[in-house]
């Protein structure tokens, strides 16, 4: 059974920080990219960052300079800390990997409001 767990989402104000985490097997990550995918109501679920099995990161534009992606080999966990976060930051969280198809978390949802 493939497991993605999200957590460490909530309600936050405009400016604050969360960081979310993606909990997975020892077997996905260290053989898988794994990517944090975002969907707003009514919006197409869109990539926010990748980290691959060499540590190596990719951002959209929308959240460069403010988010952070990371990697635990011990706790193999992929986190996403998230800095100076704005109202259009407000979405349900996934994580993801792919290997032929994509498999995907439960997500977890953040809102960002004053």
């Known amino acids: 059974q493939v497991q993605l767990v999200e957590s460490g989402g909530g309600l936050v104000q405009p400016g604050e920080s969360l960081r979310l985490s993606c909990a997975t097997s020892?077997?996905?990550?260290?053989?898988?990219?794994i990517k944090w995918y975002r969907q707003a109501p009514g919006k197409q679920r869109e990539l926010v960052a990748t980290i691959s099995v060499q540590g190596s990161t990719n951002y959209a534009d929308s959240v460069k300079g403010r988010f952070t992606i990371s990697r635990d080999n011990a706790k193999t966990t992929v986190y996403l800390q998230m800095n100076s976060l704005k109202a259009e930051d407000t979405a349900v969280y996934y994580c993801n990997f792919r290997n032929i198809q994509d498999y995907w978390g439960q997500g977890t949802q953040v809102t960002v409001s004053s």
């Open positions: 020892r077997s996905i990550f260290r053989f898988y990219t």
